[in-house]
């Protein structure tokens, strides 16, 4: 028998993975004949965290019978296809859900701007602590919309596969930090869901400089925060933590001012323009001077979309898992 973690617990393993932690290998197991939710063999999997009341473990079974949640555990039931690249090999005979089936697990659960949320996060270059929420450091992408896209026409009709394909529009991927991953949902969200509906943008992307100030800047090019290509514009998470100091502000704004002579139009996002609802509709509206955008005045459904996805980012003690 062997224990396959999924949903929640599928989610803290991979968005808690380090840069100095080896990832697992694909199993090319596509079955849950052998899944198991017996309490007993759990307790024997040797998995890579423990669990409790506070934060239960998901596991997948494929039988009904197996379905018996207890206060700690949370067994959920997969009767759809399974392609290849659906789970990957944990210790023992143990396995975890890909990234990719994570995504679709967590769409079938969450509203539009969570599964979002969730999809920049595992197409984000950062890792996250085990409490569901900060910054842990750097690492590579988990997967990337290309890979979810591939995966999910590999389980036509499937549960949550929907959902995952409306979300999948609105990722965007390599965010560095949980600040851009709010910037970029309140920027390409639909208006309907609180967005500004911006239909592209672009996290870290590289923007080459004037060959002139490539031994002044010491590099050819920069990676802009948040991009939106058709604006030519750059917002730049200004945090507290990297950008304060005599001579990190005076890379920023050495950084900036290269940027807008390469045709390229900045905006600075501090914390605290990002502190409460009124200071980031501030900053959105000079957003949409600077870059030169329109937006249309908001129904009042709009604007109280807009305002509770604010207030959804901006909840300190929020976690997603």
């Not at 925060?225 to 920023?252: I, K, N």
């Amino acid at each position: 028998m062997r224990v396959v973690l999924s949903h929640e617990s599928a989610l803290r393993y991979w968005l808690t993975k380090t840069s100095d932690e080896a990832l697992p290998s694909p199993s090319a197991c596509q079955s849950l004949a052998l899944a198991s939710a017996n309490m007993r063999d759990i307790k024997q999997a040797e998995l890579p965290f423990g669990f409790s009341r506070g934060q239960s473990l998901h596991v997948l079974v494929g039988e009904r019978s197996a379905v018996r949640n207890q206060r700690s555990l949370q067994v959920h039931r997969w009767c759809g296809a399974i392609p290849p690249g659906t789970f990957y090999e944990l210790s023992g005979s143990n396995l975890v859900s890909s990234p990719e089936f994570t995504f679709v697990q967590m769409a079938a659960r969450r509203p539009l701007c969570e599964v979002v949320e969730i999809g920049d996060y595992l197409c984000g270059l950062f890792a996250i602590n085990d409490r569901g929420r900060g910054y842990t450091g750097q690492r590579e992408a988990l997967t990337t919309p290309d890979a979810i896209a591939r995966f999910l026409d590999g389980m036509p009709g499937g549960y949550g596969v929907k959902q995952a394909r409306r979300a999948l529009a609105c990722i965007v991927p390599r965010t560095a930090s949980p600040k851009e991953v709010m910037l970029c949902s309140m920027l390409v969200l639909p208006r309907s869901e609180g967005g500004r509906g911006i239909r592209h943008v672009v996290a870290n992307q590289e923007v080459k400089i004037p060959e002139r100030l490539w031994e002044f800047a010491g590099t050819d090019s920069f990676y802009c925060d948040v991009y939106v290509p058709e604006a030519r514009g750059d917002v730049e998470y200004d945090s507290e933590q990297y950008h304060t100091g005599r001579f990190r502000l005076d890379h920023t704004q050495k950084r900036r001012n290269i940027l807008e002579v390469a045709g390229i139009k900045t905006m600075s996002a501090t914390p605290g323009q990002l502190s409460t609802f009124d200071n980031f509709s501030s900053f959105l509206w000079m957003l949409n001077k600077r870059f030169g955008l329109r937006e249309r005045r908001l129904t009042d459904a709009q604007f109280f979309a807009r305002q509770d996805l604010f207030e959804y980012f901006a909840d300190p003690h929020r976690m997603l898992f």
